[in-house]
C-alpha cells in the first residue's frame, strides 16, 4: 500500500526558514517523480514544486528562488526547503507521487498524496 507521510511544519516568523521532508513507502520510490503541493484556507491547491527522477526540477513562480526541492532515493524521502519565508506560503503543504518520472507542475498525473503539515508564516 503507497504511503507519504510529511514533516517538519510549523509556525516561524516572517524570513524564516523551514525544512519539510515526505517518507514515502509501498512503491519504487526511485521510478518516479515527486511533487509538492499547498493549499491554504479558502484557497485552491498551488503548485509548488517536482523533482524528476533524473533530478530535473520544477517550481510554482511565487516560490523560485526561495524553496528547493531535493530527493534521496537511498531513503525514500523527498525535501522541501523552504527560505524566506512570507506569510502568504502559509498553508497545508502535501508531497505526492506522480504517476511518471519526468517533474510535472499539473495535478492530474499525481495519483497518491499525503495527509500534509501545516506551515505558519507569522509577521
Known amino acids: 500500500q503507497r504511503q507519504l507521510t510529511e514533516s517538519g511544519g510549523g509556525s516561524v516568523q516572517t524570513g524564516d526558514s523551514l525544512k519539510v521532508s515526505c517518507l514515502a513507502s509501498g512503491f519504487s520510490f526511485s521510478t518516479y517523480s515527486m511533487g509538492w503541493f499547498r493549499q491554504a484556507p479558502g484557497k485552491e491547491r498551488e503548485f509548488v514544486a517536482a523533482?524528476?527522477?533524473?533530478?530535473?526540477?520544477l517550481y510554482g513562480d511565487s516560490v523560485k528562488g526561495r524553496f528547493t526541492v531535493s530527493r534521496d532515493n537511498d531513503q525514500n524521502t523527498v525535501y522541501l526547503q523552504l527560505n524566506d519565508l512570507k506569510p502568504e506560503d502559509t498553508a497545508i503543504y502535501y508531497c505526492?507521487?506522480?504517476?511518471?518520472?519526468?517533474?510535472?507542475?499539473?495535478?492530474?498525473?499525481?495519483?497518491?498524496w499525503g495527509q500534509g503539515t501545516q506551515v505558519t508564516v507569522s509577521s
Open positions: 505526492a507521487k506522480d504517476s511518471d518520472w519526468v517533474a510535472s507542475a499539473a495535478p492530474n498525473p499525481y495519483d497518491s
Open positions: 523533482i524528476g527522477r533524473n533530478g530535473d526540477t
